[in-house]
């Protein structure tokens, strides 16, 4: 399995609080993904970032922002959380070449009461 | 932008029956298409992967079928095995987006022993 890791995995908090989650790259890939997966829609990509700085945004990217200063390292951040928000968020990873496979982490659950 | 329809939304099958799903996407530039199999509090997990120059790819019970034409691509699983339960998502990737995925919205397979 490639090698990510999602960080917290559980989180509950309240609206209105800024919330940030960490994915952890060993792989060394290029390309970062953030995706939320709710029930009905799938998985929906967020933002996603093809290098270091460089990042651009998903289909449902209002409320959200990312930074990458590191290659292994991609941060989500609601600045402000609303009940809306509320999903699991899953990081995924590809190489430095098109068309190629993603590679999901494991999941962030989040609850935002 | 790119649209991924997929269907069915769930599907029932004996066990050793053939399963097949289908997705229709809306950009004639997708040129890449994954099919994820997600497990009950799991990651999405990469089972197949199909690029457009290509029209059939095969891996042992699963195969995918693309029609670049009438813009759709098939997952086919064949034996189906009680194992085989879980939710399988389609995805279309475009030329030159940096790699994003559009998904479908997901089949639930149910294999009964």
């Known amino acids: 399995d490639a090698g990510i890791t999602q960080s917290p995995r559980h989180k509950v908090t309240e609206t209105g609080t800024p919330v940030t989650l960490r994915c952890h790259q060993t792989e060394n890939h290029r390309y970062m993904y953030w995706y939320r997966q709710d029930p009905g829609h799938g998985l929906r990509l967020i933002h996603y970032?093809?290098?270091?700085?460089?990042?651009d945004k998903g289909e449902v990217s209002d409320g959200y922002s990312v930074s990458r200063s590191k290659t292994e390292d991609f941060l989500l951040t609601l600045e402000s959380a609303t009940s809306s928000q509320t999903s699991v968020y899953f990081c995924a990873i590809s190489e430095d070449r098109i068309n190629q496979p993603q590679h999901f982490g494991d999941g962030t659950r989040l609850s935002i009461l | 932008g790119e649209n991924v329809e997929q269907h069915p939304s769930t599907l029932s099958v004996q066990e050793g029956d053939s399963a097949v799903i289908k997705c229709t996407y809306s950009?004639?530039?997708?040129?890449?298409f994954p099919w994820y199999k997600q497990e009950l509090g799991k990651r999405p997990q990469l089972i197949i992967d199909i690029r457009s120059n290509v029209g059939e790819k095969k891996d042992q019970r699963i195969a995918v079928t693309l029609n670049k034409t009438a813009k759709h691509f098939s997952l086919h699983i064949t034996e189906t095995q009680p194992e085989d339960s879980a939710v399988y998502f389609c995805a279309a990737s475009i030329r030159n987006q940096g790699g994003k995925l559009i998904f479908g919205q997901g089949t639930e397979l149910s294999v009964k022993p």
């Open positions: 950009d004639s530039a997708s040129n890449y």
């Open positions: 970032s093809y290098g270091v700085k460089d990042t």
